[in-house]
């Protein structure tokens, strides 16, 4: 039985439906992320789960059992939102115990859970520190070991990168995740970053306009992403139009072949595509001529941005080799096992 379904899920403010039919199911100690653009209904979603917000259509289920008409307290959800939301009047350990003195629990018990949790997240001892004079790190913690302190059925987090400086959220993903798969959590994860998805998510729901668009494991995702709209919200740019015929793809930069299982015997109309980086390569014998525009220096690799005369710039992911400079002719060829048919 899956920890949490949404069966059909509508929602609507005034006359806008913002969820159109989420059918959705979250497998205990599964890490999901949702992932989609500002306003695609990330929060509402969550909020619906959480039942702070009711759908307007649908039902949503916690161990198997419907929830409509069950309080918030009583669902067993935790819940870590951007801006922490801390009482700032409290300390850490006023902070972190919240919820177990709503449960009405005894404080030694408290105390303990408080200290536990206060470990788990990297910050033993904090207990008597003031939340207002806490780095914007630290207080994300205090604000998960509060989500955390109840032992939630379900974590949800919603954008709890969202107000922190760069290197903190170079660095926290991995962190989050590492907790979220030692304590075995089942979590719902709300980010409108692809990195951050690909990195703390073993599952990817990605949502846009209200429904949603793709759904896979990252790398499932990441090597053959379903539709144009999922290919760009990636990052991926290099998505063009060709025709489908003779066991090839004819698009802007002439025919690409692709194997037979990649080619659907019968298609009609432009259909779209995406080159993955790696499938574009330096060769001299190459069938696409073009000219390097720019060279982008990228950490572990360049990128190379090649102008193709008639069609759009290709980028070229060098590791090694000799290294071309802008203004230099070159030739590429294409690797058909990097070519991914997408769907509008
Ligand atoms: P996300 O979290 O993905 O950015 P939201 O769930 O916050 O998206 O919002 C989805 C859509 O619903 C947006 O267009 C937003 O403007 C609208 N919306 C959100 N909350 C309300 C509200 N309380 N009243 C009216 N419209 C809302
Ligand atoms: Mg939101």
New binding site residues.
């Given amino acids: 039985m899956p920890a949490l379904e949404l069966r059909g899920v509508h929602a609507r403010?005034?006359e806008?439906e913002?969820l159109t039919g989420i059918d959705l199911a979250v497998e205990e100690g599964e890490v999901v992320a949702l992932l989609?653009?500002?306003?695609?209904?990330?929060?509402?979603?969550l909020?619906i789960v959480a039942g702070l917000e009711q759908p307007s259509a649908g039902s949503v289920l916690l161990d198997g059992r419907e929830v409509a008409g069950v309080p918030v307290h009583e669902r067993g959800v935790g819940l870590m939102f951007q801006d922490y939301a801390l009482f700032p009047h409290r300390d850490v350990a006023g902070n972190v115990g919240f919820g177990l003195r709503m449960a009405g629990r005894p404080a030694g018990e408290i105390r303990e859970r408080v200290a536990e949790v206060l470990a788990l997240v990297g910050l033993p001892g904090f207990e008597g520190r003031s939340v207002a004079r806490l780095s914007g790190g630290e207080q994300q913690r205090v604000a998960l070991a509060r989500a955390l302190a109840p032992r939630p059925r379900i974590l949800m987090l919603?954008?709890p990168m969202g107000s922190l400086d760069r290197a903190l959220r170079e660095r926290l993903p991995d962190e989050l995740a590492a907790i979220f798969r030692r304590l075995g959590l089942t979590v719902l994860y709300?980010t409108?970053d692809q990195d951050e998805a690909l990195r703390v998510a073993d599952r990817i729901v990605l949502?846009a306009g209200?429904r949603i668009e793709a759904d896979g494991s990252p790398e499932a995702l990441w090597s053959a992403p379903p539709t144009v709209f999922a290919a760009a919200f990636l990052g991926f740019r290099t998505i063009a139009h060709g025709e489908l015929g003779d066991g090839a793809i004819r698009g802007p930069w002439g025919p690409i072949p692709l194997p037979a299982a990649a080619a659907p015997a019968a298609s009609s109309g432009p259909v779209p595509f995406l080159l993955r980086p790696d499938a574009v390569r330096l060769d001299a014998a190459g069938p696409i001529a073009g000219t390097v525009s720019a060279r982008r220096f990228r950490g572990d690799h360049v990128l190379l941005v090649v102008a193709v005369a008639g069609a759009p710039d290709l980028e070229v992911e060098l590791r090694g080799g000799p290294l071309p400079a802008p203004g230099d002719p070159v030739r590429l060829a294409i690797d058909p096992a990097g070519v991914v048919l997408l769907r509008d």
């Fill in positions: 403010y005034a806008r913002v989609g653009p500002s306003g695609s209904g990330k929060t509402t979603l909020r919603d954008e709300v409108h949502l209200g």
